[in-house]
């Protein structure tokens, strides 16, 4: 089970992290991902790390403003945002797969001045 937070409303320029808190599975064995979705969009995929944490790829879109991690003691994965945009609104996800396998509930974000 998969459940994101820390999503919320911030201005353009601004930053937010996010977590995933897994249960249920072998977390520290398992590849992450961030993804997410804009209502009538396709489901977006932003980035993933392996499961020691030391190799991680991003999407274009957010490589150099995004920076993901995990804290496999604590089952947790995490989304750091900065320089946050408009177009970064959105529904975000973490999920088990780049095809949002198993994602769960995810955590709105809302870029707006």
């Known amino acids: 089970q998969l459940q994101a937070s820390g999503g919320g409303l911030v201005q353009p320029g601004g930053s937010l992290r996010l977590s995933c808190e897994a249960s249920g599975f072998n977390f520290a064995e398992t590849w992450m991902y961030w993804l997410r979705q804009v209502p009538g969009k396709e489901l977006e995929w932003l980035s993933s790390i392996n499961s020691g944490g030391r190799n991680f790829v991003y999407a274009d879109s957010v490589r150099g403003r995004f920076s993901i991690s995990r804290d496999n003691a604590k089952n947790t994965l995490y989304l750091r945002m900065n320089n946050l945009k408009p177009e970064d609104t959105a529904l975000y996800y973490c999920?088990?797969?780049?095809?949002?396998?198993?994602r769960g509930r995810g955590t709105q974000v809302t870029v707006s001045s």
């Open positions: 999920a088990l797969s780049r095809q949002g396998d198993s």
